[in-house]
């Protein structure tokens, strides 16, 4: 059985208590600070998929609006999506997509200021672009792969400023 470390001791998980039951972490003494998160992710897909997004010809309508829509849209249902996220107000999300060799690059940037982070917004948004990016072309390339969705970035908070290092 894995050790439950007391809450608040360096590394800890913050989801669950000394006796290892899962509850909400309690913000609310931690101080308003401006956060931002970026998360990046990509999917592969067919020549095909790709020529069909490239010249329009998708039969639902535009996969790169769609999946920026859906994007910003689950950035702002997060914590009805993931248990034990705190709703949060977002000031801005922004959902990118970018054509690749293999098909799009996608980054999500979120904004808040608040007493917790937008970590999980950014990388929900990402993962849910993808996803409808696959919905929307699905027809032509069921074996697309979305793949690396990963922070990038994290600013504010106790934890302070946060870059990933590639490995």
């Given at each position: 059985m894995m050790a439950i470390?007391?809450?608040g001791a360096k590394g800890a998980l913050t989801h669950v208590d000394a006796r290892g039951r899962i509850r909400m972490v309690d913000v609310g003494?931690?101080?308003v600070t401006?956060?931002?998160?970026?998360?990046?992710?990509?999917?592969a897909m067919s020549a095909a998929a790709r020529k069909l997004i490239r010249t329009g010809a998708v039969k639902k309508g535009d996969p790169l609006q769609a999946a920026r829509l859906a994007g910003i849209m689950a950035a702002k249902k997060t914590s009805e999506?993931?248990?034990?996220?705190?709703?949060?107000?977002l000031t801005h999300v922004s959902v990118e997509l970018?054509?690749?060799?293999?098909?799009y690059a996608i980054e999500s940037r979120v904004r808040t200021s608040g007493q917790t982070g937008v970590e999980m917004e950014a990388l929900t948004a990402v993962a849910v672009?993808?996803?409808t990016l696959y919905d929307m072309v699905k027809a032509v390339d069921k074996a697309m792969e979305i793949t690396d969705v990963h922070l990038v970035e994290k600013r504010g908070g106790r934890s302070g400023h946060y870059v990933r290092v590639k490995s």
């Open positions: 470390k007391e809450p003494d931690k101080p401006s956060r931002e998160a970026v998360a990046r992710g990509s999917i999506l993931i248990p034990l996220c705190h709703p949060l107000a970018t054509a690749t060799r293999t098909g672009a993808a996803l």
